[in-house]
């Protein structure tokens, strides 16, 4: 297998994209991406966001996602189309409508249920139908199937992130998986603020791609953290053109997706709002896998802990403050706690030289072991920087 | 009844108290406060923090509230003694047995079991006990029964606080309740980072007072959520002296308990670390009070409402986000959300006028309408601004 950054979404066969400037963002900032999957196969899968306030275009593309199968994926950034209420899901309908038409003109008979549609941006405004309409027309005939064309679709699905994010895996087996991510805050359990569409050509059942999406999610962006909130627009799609027509056992194909989804979400971590400290917290020694990532994860939600690590400062107190309110099993008193390597406190009390540890790199290792059991779960996350406090204190202005 | 803010825990008869500075925080501020019960009586009530990592004060001032009696409580600010092992609770042990030596030395036989040890500071580190145990023989010396010496002790227990918090409140019936509180960060449900000592001058049983206390702090301390850390040290402790020989019924009690303790956590929301705004979020027509109490606190506790808030930006869609995360019963289609008594969200979607709301003001009123039941529940909050990444990204250095 070989993992590559600067292909995505084309980079398995049958497959097109583009990516446009429709004039959905003032900024005039490319904000409309396709993918087009040209078979001979459609077989799809799709996770979404559970959070309870979803934008119509996850309630529409969670309907589509029931066929197991798509010709297409049309993303828009500049807007979440998110609270727009029935106009919006219409306005998310209208667009699938009018990419499966222009598909169909185009010479590929198509309906708008083949279509998934995405979008990202401010919750609360109505899309510029007009632009979104008349740049599908465009992007139809703009798509291209090669590299290029992938990484426009990337680029155009980007708000806040300041690089676009791709990841393609060539496997020795002749198949392919390309995906691209978006999404730089909101970024929580249960997806980020994250849009991901991914593509392989190889010949599986949709439930296969459920089977390997949904392992490879729960691993990657479910454990993903930036501030622990979850958008009402998470998307992640899976599309299987069977180009190669190559068949890989589940089990190669789970590494295949896991190993794509995986580097996706360390690109989506790299680059959240405001970073300067790229975290791992592992907990291990947890009586259960969920424990684990509970335990992980608290520490990772807490403010107090990401504000410290902002400034470097190895203040170990606050990660058993943290892991203290975890509703999990512990014992304060045999937690173990390391920094980078450097044992910080032991026995939940502190260690040598535990105050002079150096963090100031930006890439901090925070290692919990609670002694109490087996388990090991880790989760990515970000510091709490003045730039993040910047960047969404004025989001919407 | 009437509520004063410049009296605390000496306002109610038979309290004497004092503050000093005995060296253990390095500026040489104050840093050692003794509240001392004369009696004739000294039931006394406690609640603690929910966090399984305690420290060492909590350890023993819960062991020593089961006696439900109260002569007096010693509180450092300059080291939590928290994750110190067993000597760190040996030198909360130590410090509690001068306290009781010292006032038996002064002519009122004291035991070690009638002391209270609260401390409040960077956890981790062990307290420098020459200065804590020269500082007891000194502070009993000083304790003195006016105002000042409540004064004093309000000033001793501060950290990051910028003003002291004390409030009396002087009841029509002839009696009196007092307290002080500290706390700026760390404040979350389960109580805040917070050291709170009420006093009374009325004749009630240790059960009363545990009743008004506990529910007390259910509706003030307990739904003041500054950023969803809670603390390893928090303490409120309730003690009565009786020296009033008024006996109020349990709703008279807890009515005064409530007011007094309802003040002191608005004082404690108006100087939270980094605060530019106050903010009080309401979730009404919950399907229950827990409900409308979870909803509350997933908005108060979303980074991004949080940020939203401190550039006054009136980012409406955030809330929905947020509250589309908390397990609660809702309908994403009725909510309604209004800033300031503005309707900014009707039926899920954004009002008129909605992005023109002006939330440049110090205080903003979140109201979140589910329209699903009847029931209401508030939490304090603050904005997440600079000043709080600033003031807690460097604490330890």
């Known amino acids: 297998m070989k993992l590559v950054r600067d292909q995505g979404v084309t980079a398995p066969l049958g497959f097109r994209a583009a990516g446009i400037a429709a004039g959905i963002k003032a ?31 996850v309630r529409w593309s969670e309907q589509v996602l029931k066929s197991a199968a798509l010709r297409a ?3 828009n950034s500049g807007g979440a189309n998110a609270c ?16 499966a038409a222009e598909l ?3 010479g590929t008979e198509t309906g708008a249920i083949e279509v998934a549609v995405c979008s990202t941006g401010l919750i609360g405004d109505r899309l510029p139908m007009d632009k979104v309409l008349a740049g599908v027309t465009e992007i139809v005939h703009e798509m291209a199937g090669g590299l290029s064309g992938g990484t426009d679709a990337a680029y155009a699905i980007m708000t806040t992130d300041t690089v676009p994010k791709q990841a393609a895996l060539h496997h020795d087996g002749g198949w392919n998986v390309g995906g ?18 991914l593509t392989t050509d190889v010949k599986v059942s949709a439930a296969q791609l459920d089977t390997a999406l949904r392992r490879a999610t729960a691993r990657t962006f479910d454990r993903l953290d930036v501030d622990g909130a979850t958008s009402t627009n998470d998307t992640v799609l899976l599309l299987s053109s069977c180009a190669s027509e190559k068949v890989p056992t589940q089990e190669e194909l789970d590494a295949a997706i896991l190993a794509v989804c995986d580097d996706l979400a360390e690109q989506l971590m790299a680059d959240a709002e405001g970073v300067t400290k790229r975290i791992v917290i592992t907990v291990r020694g947890a009586a259960s896998e969920e424990d684990a990532l509970i335990g992980a994860r608290t520490i990772a939600r807490d403010s107090l802990v990401k504000t410290a690590l902002f400034g470097s400062d190895p203040n170990w107190g606050r990660v058993l403050a943290a892991i203290g309110i975890a509703p999990i099993t512990l014992d304060p008193d045999t937690i173990m706690v390391s920094f980078n390597g450097s044992p910080v406190c032991v026995d939940g009390m502190g260690a040598e030289g535990a105050r002079e540890v150096d963090l100031s790199g930006a890439d901090i290792v925070v290692d919990v072991d609670l002694k109490v059991g087996d388990a090991t779960a880790s989760i990515r996350t970000t510091d709490l920087s003045h730039g993040y406090v910047e960047e969404n204190s004025a989001y919407s202005s």
């Open 180 to 197: 691209m991510a978006k999404g730089a805050g909101m970024l929580a359990p249960a997806l980020a603020t994250m849009l991901v569409v």
């Open 27 to 57: 900024s005039g900032k490319s904000d409309l991406a396709l993918v087009f999957n040209e078979g001979p196969e459609y077989a799809a899968a799709g996770v979404f966001t559970t959070n309870k306030v979803k934008a119509a275009p």
């Open 73 to 75: 994926v049309i993303l």
């Open 84 to 99: 727009t209420g029935p106009a919006g899901f219409q306005d998310t309908h209208a667009t699938a409508e009018k990419v």
């Open 104 to 106: 169909s003109n185009w």
